[in-house]
């Protein structure tokens, strides 16, 4: 059994060391290419403050680069009776290179390596999500240009209340999705800060270069004070997890109103067949199971920020092991989102729009407040003109005109959906994936 780290003459208690590593191994797994890329970068800047030679450098980079690409084939795992993700790629190391292995631990705690492992790891979750949340909104878009003259009831307290269309239904949903951009590229930026060289949260009496450190793996910026990267070890994750669960409240919203408006009683829309199940005992049905697994996923995902929040709310400064339990459900939220993401743009690209929804009568009071407009343009009042069309509605008289003129910015007739795009392209355009990219490539040896 490899030894921990940490472990001197005395062995721990083997359900203690069960009880206290619980899923760590299995997570880490997420976190093994990106340990890999932050020690790259550590025994770069190493090197040059003369803790390691040019040639001792060249054979742990070489291995190095050789355990990542072990991390993209499956190849790589953690072995029984280590630790964590850092002890066994140190532990590849030193059976590889002997004591030189043990070199890449120096100016360097577990704390700030978890903490670069992370920031690494959200960074490129984020972009992933952000691809997916880029499809959705490209759908919706093309979705609410394609159906923008096709009218639908509008509700309040579920009430039918006036026209809408579904190109205001399909073009809604895009722009919230850019304000969950607006709110994804904020959290991409505070991630987007290097921790390394903070050590145990007190620094290190080697002189490290953690302007150096910053600039090789791609960050905009660095955690200046060392006390706070450590603070910033469950705060970051909180953050993400709120914009995450931005995302999903936006689509369980767009999955409520899917399954609502797929059903009988509304007959809007209907649903690929291959998105809906049936039932055993009723041969008619086709459920929309799918619709209704996103919104109690997304409804989960959203309870991430709580869970966050409670488990680091009455910690003090300092490193604490209560902070391991947040990877369990935030290292796979990621993952979650895109799913979900990817499905529903699958869904939404293909539901069929009911264009025929206006022939049913009972939506004909929804035209009731654009004739109260209508009076009121000829030049009667609009107290006036509201107490006559609700005079006639009570009388059993009223007949809707069912066109309708709306032309103001955002209304059905002006659906700025250009506007919408530029919205979002111009927070998309804020990112700056190339930058990490490229410092990865260098790391990695793919350029010079």
């Not at 890329?37 to 025994?43: C, F, K, P, T, V």
């Amino acid at each position: 059994m490899a030894s921990k780290l940490w472990e001197k003459n005395i062995q721990v208690n083997h359900d203690v060391e069960k009880y206290t590593i619980g899923r760590d191994r299995e997570m880490d797994l997420f976190l093994a290419p990106y340990d890999i890329l932050g020690s790259i970068a550590h025994i770069t800047m190493l090197q040059k403050i003369g803790l390691l030679t040019a040639e001792e450098l060249e054979k742990l980079t070489h291995e190095l680069r050789l355990i990542y690409d072990e991390t993209g084939t499956g190849r790589f795992e953690i072995e029984e009776g280590v630790e964590d993700v850092h002890s066994q790629i140190e532990l590849m190391l030193t059976r590889r290179l002997g004591d030189l292995g043990k070199k890449i631990h120096s100016g360097r705690s577990r704390n700030d390596q978890v903490l670069v492992d992370l920031r690494l790891f959200i960074r490129s979750k984020i972009e992933d999500v952000v691809v997916a949340m880029t499809r959705l909104f490209k759908t919706l878009q093309s979705q609410s240009e394609r159906y923008k003259n096709i009218l639908m009831p509008g509700y309040t307290h579920l009430q039918v209340a006036m026209p809408s269309s579904f190109g205001l239904w399909f073009g809604a949903y895009a722009e919230a999705l850019a304000d969950d951009l607006t709110l994804m590229r904020a959290a991409y930026d505070i991630n987007n800060r290097n921790p390394l060289g903070s050590a145990a949260g007190y620094g290190s009496s080697f002189p490290l270069d953690r302007e150096m450190t910053t600039r090789l793996l791609g960050f905009a910026s660095m955690d200046y004070n060392v006390v706070y990267a450590q603070m910033g070890r469950g705060k970051t994750e909180r953050i993400v997890a709120q914009a995450i669960a931005g995302v999903a409240a936006t689509v369980s919203k767009l999955a409520f109103d899917a399954c609502m408006y797929n059903s009988q009683n509304f007959g809007f829309i209907r649903l690929a067949d291959e998105f809906t199940t049936g039932s055993s005992i009723m041969p008619h049905k086709k459920n929309p199971d799918v619709f209704e697994l996103t919104r109690a996923k997304c409804n989960k995902l959203q309870a991430l920020p709580v869970e966050i929040t409670l488990i680091t709310n009455n910690l003090p400064s300092g490193y604490f092991r209560d902070l391991q339990l947040i990877k369990e459900n935030f290292l796979p939220a990621f993952d979650e989102i895109i799913d979900i993401l990817n499905m529903v743009d699958a869904m939404i690209g293909q539901i069929k729009v009911n264009e025929h929804i206006l022939d049913d009568n009972r939506y004909d009071l929804m035209f009731s407040v654009e004739e109260v407009n209508r009076l009121t343009q000829k030049g009667m009042s609009f107290r006036d003109a509201y107490k006559t069309v609700g005079l006639e509605i009570e009388a059993g008289q009223f007949k809707p005109v069912k066109q309708v003129a709306h032309t103001h910015a955002g209304s059905i007739g002006n659906l700025c959906t250009s506007e919408i795009e530029n919205l979002y392209r111009r927070e998309l355009e804020r990112f700056d994936f190339d930058t990490y990219h490229q410092a990865y490539d260098k790391l990695l040896g793919k350029i010079r």
